[in-house]
């Protein structure tokens, strides 16, 4: 059983308990200037309300979820259905069912009455400390003073050929397993959608500290728990008219959503939020 599966079955026990909510809409930022990150998320609206965000920014993900023939489009469609391509879709189709699980995911705290825990700063939780071997799956640049400065020593795995090599006060590999001498491991949510989560985290078994940030990792977090990632780190969205405003226009969301952190120990589990609904 792959983590996708697993999410999916637990969001099919979910709507076993009651009509889910339908597809009102798939938000799309633009098309992103050659070498610019911004826009990098899309957001798939419930019309309940309830909003599923997902990285678009893999391969030509973006330009086949905005090619989709608005004719044929998503509203009113069914969003567990959309939400079982996260298993059976590839590229653009997966990325879309991430989305429409998240948004189930959402939908499930709200009827249940619970919200992910604000976290100013989910990655302070790192905490290195002098000696600590620090690894990071993909460059997490806002961390790089702290670790530096800390003592640790940092590794950075990465996809990039030409970044490979060492750099001022940390090294950057193109090699997996490095990871098996970390004590704490930091990495990108887009594990969940270029298919290297499981492989990854194999790598971390020795890491007592594994967290997973990034906007879309809004979705139930048990069975990354299960597999050993101790914290996820997401966004909550506050201002959900003027967050999917300024989503479409390639705008700064700052203030319209809420950086929150979901450990074991903060976490109702589950079968407790299920229970709730």
């Known amino acids: 059983?792959?983590?996708?599966?697993?999410?999916?079955?637990?969001l099919e026990?979910?709507?076993?308990?009651?009509?889910l909510p339908r597809v009102r809409a798939l938000h799309l930022p633009p098309e992103p200037a050659p070498g610019?990150?911004?826009?990098?998320?899309?957001?798939?609206e419930l019309d309940d309300g309830s909003l599923g965000l997902s990285y678009v920014l893999l391969d030509d993900t973006l330009a086949r979820l905005r090619a989709l023939d608005p004719t044929l489009g998503l509203a009113g469609a069914d969003a567990r259905g959309l939400a079982q391509r996260y298993v059976t879709g590839q590229g653009a189709q997966r990325t879309l069912g991430f989305a429409a699980a998240?948004?189930?995911?959402?939908?499930?705290?709200?009827r249940a009455g619970w919200r992910p825990p604000a976290s100013a700063d989910s990655l302070g939780?790192?905490?290195?400390?002098?000696?600590?071997?620090?690894?990071?799956i993909g460059l997490f640049t806002p961390l790089l003073a702290r670790v530096l400065a800390s003592g640790a020593t940092l590794t950075v795995l990465e996809l990039k050929a030409h970044l490979a090599g060492q750099h001022e006060g940390y090294r950057v590999t193109l090699d997996a397993g490095e990871l098996r001498h970390c004590d704490k491991v930091v990495a990108t949510g887009t594990l969940v959608l270029n298919d290297t989560l499981e492989r990854m985290l194999a790598q971390c078994e020795r890491a007592r500290w594994i967290a997973l940030i990034g906007p879309s990792m809004g979705c139930l977090p048990d069975a990354l728990f299960a597999r050993g990632v101790t914290?996820?780190?997401?966004s909550?969205?506050?201002?959900?008219?003027?967050?999917?405003?300024?989503?479409?226009r390639g705008e700064q969301r700052a203030g319209l959503a809420q950086k929150v952190a979901i450990t074991p120990s903060t976490y109702p589990g589950f079968e407790a939020l299920l229970a709730r609904t």
Request: with cysteine; glycine share 10%.
């Open 236 to 248: 909550w969205v506050t201002e959900p008219e003027a967050y999917l405003d300024a989503l479409r």
């Open 36 to 44: 610019e990150a911004r826009g990098e998320f899309c957001a798939l």
């Open 231 to 234: 914290l996820l780190g997401g």
């Open 125 to 136: 939780a790192l905490d290195p400390r002098p000696g600590e071997a620090i690894g990071m």
């Open 13 to 19: 026990r979910f709507a076993q308990r009651g009509l």
């Open 1 to 10: 059983m792959s983590f996708a599966t697993d999410y999916l079955a637990q």
């Open 102 to 110: 998240n948004a189930l995911s959402c939908c499930l705290y709200r």
